[in-house]
């Protein structure tokens, strides 16, 4: 059977609220929502194959010019079901970038099948070590959710200062609560709409809460029934049931 196909075994319903999940390859997801599970079901059996062209194509397309070519995103991250619209997000770290190089990559994108399923990163080794003051949760994520295919892999030993990760941290949920106090007062009353809105509040809060074990010297990706315990504790909040 081809890398990422999914079998009908590999998807189960059980318990009171259906649970499913999914086995897509190497990655495992369980979601209650059935349109997630399609939307994994219809895309997820071509993503392995379009990953292995793409780094066919680019590889032997920009040689020696290609530094690091890494798979990252929702797609990688195990405590996150990708639904429809999350692209298939990859990290593309040339040696120098220049308008020739831009255009060979912009050709050999051409020539992918499966191109429009993907939001491509272009950059340096150099841009992104310089970055991590400005985007510490977007790249400490990257670090720990990622998939090397091609090269090396210039997010393993990369360092994010505490000082701009808490900073950040408080920023995001911040606006977190912003747009959700905003998005209540447009869904009032539409149980459907607000259901949509926690969801996806909740996932980005869990993605945050991530970031913010780390300043606490914790492991970064914990499962979800000890994070939240651990980061009431450290804050001294008590958990309503």
Not at 160 to 170: K, N, Q, T, V, W
Request: glycine fraction near 6%.
């Amino acid at each position: 059977m081809p890398a990422g196909r999914i079998r009908s075994g590999d998807l189960l319903g059980y318990g009171l609220k259906s649970v499913y999940r999914i086995k897509n390859g190497q990655q495992e997801y369980e979601t209650r929502n059935l349109e997630n599970v399609m939307s994994l079901f219809n895309r997820a059996s071509g993503t392995a194959d379009i990953l292995a062209s793409v780094k066919e194509v680019l590889s032997g397309k920009l040689g020696d010019q290609l530094q690091s070519l890494i798979h990252f995103g929702n797609h990688v991250d195990r405590s996150l079901v990708p639904t429809a619209e999350d692209k298939v997000q990859l990290l593309i770290v040339l040696r120098c970038i220049d308008s020739g190089t831009l255009d060979q990559l912009a050709d050999a994108f051409q020539g992918i099948r499966g191109s429009e399923h993907f939001g491509p990163m272009v950059t340096t080794q150099a841009e992104i070590e310089v970055s991590t003051d400005v985007f510490p949760t977007t790249f400490l994520e990257m670090k720990y959710h990622h998939e090397l295919l091609w090269g090396e892999d210039v997010l393993q030993d990369l360092e994010i200062e505490s000082a701009y990760l808490r900073l950040r941290c408080e920023q995001e949920l911040k606006n977190l609560l912003f747009r959700l106090q905003t998005g209540y007062l447009g869904s009032f009353r539409q149980a459907r709409r607000l259901k949509s809105l926690f969801h996806q509040a909740f996932q980005s809060f869990l993605k945050t809460l991530h970031a913010v074990q780390v300043l606490f010297d914790k492991p970064f990706d914990q499962e979800r029934s000890e994070l939240i315990p651990q980061i009431a504790s450290q804050l001294e909040i008590i958990p309503r049931p």
